[in-house]
């Protein structure tokens, strides 16, 4: 893709994504891409709301993740994210995690677009020119 | 009530529950309390979901929880549940939360019967004769 | 007490906090409440991060909830937070939750310092101190 | 490797674990995942819970996952999980969903072995003689 817009979302660990080992359950970085997904069409001055309540849905097809260094509550987060892919039906987010400095995870996620009814449908041309503007 | 059936549910503590203190986070009781009353029905022979798609819902009024003493990963959990008060359109469950013959935490909640459109219904009959049996 | 320093906390509704039912699940206010706590030490200048790095642990001895109006993705929230008892081994955090300028729950949560070790111990004079000024 | 132990966990949906589209949340397969490598323990006569009491722990270096049909609430799910890779300080785990006679989800975690001071080591031959035979 041509368009590179970059997406940043800063946040702080809570407890609750902390487990017995003393760091951010590894399951927590799929809420915090979700997080990011969010922050990226918020920053485009829109909202991941608007585009359910247009009757579509994006389900996760697939999700990849590294994990490099641990996170710790209360530690100030920032998610770097992109779009690497967009397919007439499908659409793929990059993920990067950092934390004092340090890249801490990177990831990516793919994505179909669906109608309420569960098929799988063309990403709707607004959302299409939006993302890629 | 006169009835007092009182279902019991037992299952492992799993990781993702515990926190960085090293035992389950205290908004896990409210995800087993949930699953005691999903047990609840299935030893009377139904389901919650067959509620849900009778088109009926049952909200979250009232949540009251007494911590007693910690749990830990991997260790076997029975929670004991039972209707303590059934009315027209709402009802009250109680739990015991068991480990190593230990009481370690109680508490209530407080449901409300809903209908898709989010308005206050009565319970139906086949669901408040099954509860009361 | 004499004092009553309300903290008040920002945010939106994350999409992972839903459930089928289309609003936000249950168990989540007691993690906006810890996010609160976080927020009230933090807005005093200091975190639970050092409380814990000092030897000591807040851990819920109670939790009371009441739930007025449900929560949506998206939706942005404020929870209000203040201490309605401090004793030399407990205190109790009271919490209200508004979006859209309506009041959506409220809720308690008492609290036992203890030491690393498990056993419960008087809050030291600094967290006190700082809690009541 | 030779052998090729494959462990099955039976358990069902929890409506905790959906979301606002009505489907398990994506999230939860990694806690599926984490079910399914404790019962693979389990089903050896062993627990993860021993692992970290002999001072190590396994933390996930890399997680991948492809989701094919969507879960519901109450749905019985069946984990089959093996280990594909078995190296001195890593190992990987492979997974599938099962639920109503259909393939759900796959994935793969890798897995590093570390001391509780928090350096990669080598996997005690007690536990690496456990996952071989």
Redesign the interface.
């Known amino acids: 893709m041509e368009n590179h817009f970059v997406a940043e979302t800063t946040f702080?660990v809570?407890?609750?994504e902390?487990?017995?080992?003393?760091?951010v359950?590894?399951?927590?970085y799929?809420?915090y891409f979700?997080?990011a997904r969010?922050a990226y069409l918020r920053q485009r001055g829109h909202?991941?709301?608007e585009f359910?309540q247009a009757g579509y849905?994006l389900?996760?097809?697939?999700?990849?993740?590294?994990?490099i260094k641990?996170l710790?509550?209360?530690q100030q987060v920032t998610i770097r994210t992109w779009i690497t892919e967009l397919k007439s039906r499908a659409l793929t987010y990059q993920y990067e995690v950092w934390a004092d400095d340090q890249l801490c995870a990177t990831g990516t996620t793919r994505h179909l677009c669906i109608t309420r009814e569960g098929q799988i449908a063309t990403i709707p041309a607004f959302w299409r020119t939006l993302v890629q503007s």
Request: glycine content about 2%.
């Open positions: 702080r809570r407890y609750v902390t487990d017995a080992q003393g760091f359950h590894h399951k927590n799929l809420v979700e997080e969010s909202s991941y709301a359910e849905f389900v996760v097809a697939e999700a990849n993740l590294r994990y641990a710790k509550f209360d």
